[in-house]
C-alpha cells in the first residue's frame, strides 16, 4: 500500500459527459501528479500540482482540468468524454516536486 | 510524447534465471526510478537512483545510474514467479525544480517460460 488514495476504482460513463476522479495523497506529500495510462501510449504525464498551484503541464487535453485544495487532495476533471479518453488515470504523491513518486491504484475510466 | 528506449518489450523467464533490462534516452537525467506494475494496480516503486554511475540494490533486484546519465539498467537475479509483471524505468530531468514530472519507458513484460 503506496499510502496514495483514488477513488472511485471504476468508472463507465457515455460519451459527452463529464467526470471528476479524486486522489489524496500520502501524508506529508506536498506535490500530486495525474498521469493517464492507455495500450498505445504508455503512462503519460498530465499534469502537477505542489501545494496548491499548477507547477507543470504536460500532455493534458483543454477539456481535462485538475485543482489541489488546502487539504492537499486533488481532484481531476475530465469533461466532453470522448471513446478515447477511456484510459487507466494514476495519481502519484512525492513530499517535493521531484524524487519518488507514489502511485496510487488508478480509476479505470470505460467511456462507451 | 517524449519516451524512453525500454528494451526488451517482453521477455520469458525460468525460475531461477537472472534477467537484465535497459533504457536509453537523448535526454539527461538527474534522476531514474524503477517501477513494477501488476495487472490493474498501480506502479510500485521499486529502485530510485539519484547520482551518475550510482549502483543501488533491493533485495534480489539491482539498478544502475549509466555514467552517461542517458541510461539506466535493471537486473533481476534468481528469479521467481512473483517477479511475472511489467517493469517500467522512468526519468527525470530536474530535481527540486519546478518540474518534478517522470517520462515511462513502454516497459518490458516478464512472463513465466511455459
Known amino acids: 500500500d503506496s499510502g496514495v488514495t483514488q477513488t472511485p476504482k471504476h468508472l463507465i460513463t457515455a460519451t459527452g459527459q463529464r467526470v471528476t476522479l479524486r486522489c489524496s495523497p500520502r501524508s506529508g506529500d506536498l506535490s500530486v501528479y495525474w498521469y493517464q495510462q492507455s495500450l498505445d501510449q504508455g503512462l503519460q504525464f498530465l499534469i502537477q500540482?505542489?501545494?496548491?498551484?499548477?507547477?507543470a503541464k504536460g500532455n493534458i487535453l483543454e477539456r481535462f482540468s485538475a485543482q489541489q485544495f488546502p487539504d492537499l487532495h486533488s481532484e481531476l476533471n475530465l469533461s466532453s468524454l470522448e471513446l478515447g479518453d477511456s484510459a487507466l488515470y494514476f495519481c502519484?504523491?512525492?513530499?517535493?516536486?521531484?524524487?519518488?513518486?507514489?502511485f496510487g491504484p488508478g480509476t479505470r475510466l470505460t467511456v462507451t | 510524447g517524449q519516451q524512453l528506449n525500454q528494451s526488451p518489450q517482453s521477455m520469458f523467464i525460468q525460475e531461477g534465471e537472472d534477467v537484465s533490462m535497459n533504457c536509453t534516452s537523448s535526454?539527461?537525467?538527474?534522476?531514474w526510478l524503477w517501477y513494477k506494475q501488476d495487472p490493474g494496480e498501480g506502479p510500485v516503486l521499486l529502485i530510485a537512483l539519484y547520482k551518475a554511475g550510482e549502483l543501488t540494490s533491493n533485495g534480489r533486484l539491482t539498478a544502475q545510474f549509466g555514467i552517461t546519465r542517458k541510461d539506466s539498467f535493471l537486473n533481476i537475479s534468481a528469479s521467481i514467479p512473483s517477479d511475472v509483471g511489467i517493469y517500467f524505468c522512468?526519468?527525470?530531468?530536474?530535481?527540486?525544480?519546478?518540474?518534478?514530472?517522470?517520462?515511462f519507458g513502454k516497459g518490458t513484460k516478464l512472463s513465466v517460460k511455459p
Open positions: 522512468a526519468g527525470q530531468e530536474r530535481y527540486g525544480g519546478s518540474q518534478g514530472n517522470l517520462i
Open positions: 535526454s539527461i537525467f538527474n534522476t
Open positions: 502519484a504523491s512525492s513530499t517535493k516536486t521531484g524524487g519518488e513518486q507514489y
Open positions: 500540482y505542489y501545494n496548491g498551484e499548477e507547477r
